[in-house]
């Protein structure tokens, strides 16, 4: 498989090394030139979602971009990029790419002490889950499966080709929700 990691701020690095361990192809999108004709997946990494969607823009690549996720690439945003997927930001009035009917808070467990790791479900299975200023998920359409939930705050979700986690699986030894991702892939090839 050939994925794609956008590489413009975050920690895009551990993404790019959980794929090659898996034995993908990865590579770093970081202008619209980096997207290949051929791709199977895009990976969005966390960071701050804010600086993320000014250099999209800044950097033309949010129009090719967001092109991919709705022509039905599979994607697969982790924190930051869960905030750059989701259509309604709460208390900010414009989202990023808005393909993911969900709504999220930012910074949702709060700013200083919002990092933690713990052990929950992740599509059934337990994982351990390091959050980082991360955001929850505080509403879903009716096509959003939630795969988990922490403490009453749904965490991880899925719709259609679209996988949405609020933590950072890059940051840990455990690869089910990349094979969880790669089975996404694999039933829905794309070009
Ligand atoms: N707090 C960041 C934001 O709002 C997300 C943090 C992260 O990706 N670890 O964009």
Do not use: W
């Not at 905030?83 to 989202?95: G, P, Q, S």
């Amino acid at each position: 498989m050939k994925i794609g990691v956008l590489a413009v701020q975050g920690d895009f690095a551990e993404h790019i090394a959980k794929i090659k361990s898996a034995g993908h192809t990865a590579f770093e999108i970081r202008q619209p030139k980096d997207i290949p004709v051929s791709i199977d997946g895009l990976i969005l990494a966390g960071g701050e979602s804010t600086a993320m969607k000014k250099l999209l823009h800044d950097l033309g690549l949010f129009d090719p971009m967001r092109e991919l996720i709705i022509s039905g690439l599979p994607v697969f945003g982790t924190c930051a990029g869960m905030i750059l997927l989701a259509k309604r930001i709460e208390d900010e009035k414009e989202n990023c790419f808005g393909t993911m009917d969900i709504t999220v808070r930012r910074n949702a467990y709060g700013r200083q002490l919002g990092s933690f790791r713990c052990v929950d479900k992740f599509n059934g299975k337990n994982i351990e889950m390091p959050f980082i200023r991360a955001p929850y998920v505080t509403d879903t359409g009716s096509n959003t499966e939630i795969l988990g939930i922490h403490e009453g705050r749904i965490i991880s979700v899925r719709q259609d080709n679209q996988l949405a986690a609020a933590f950072h699986p890059e940051l840990t030894g455990d690869d089910t929700v990349y094979d969880y991702f790669y089975s996404m892939i694999a039933g829905n090839s794309v070009r």
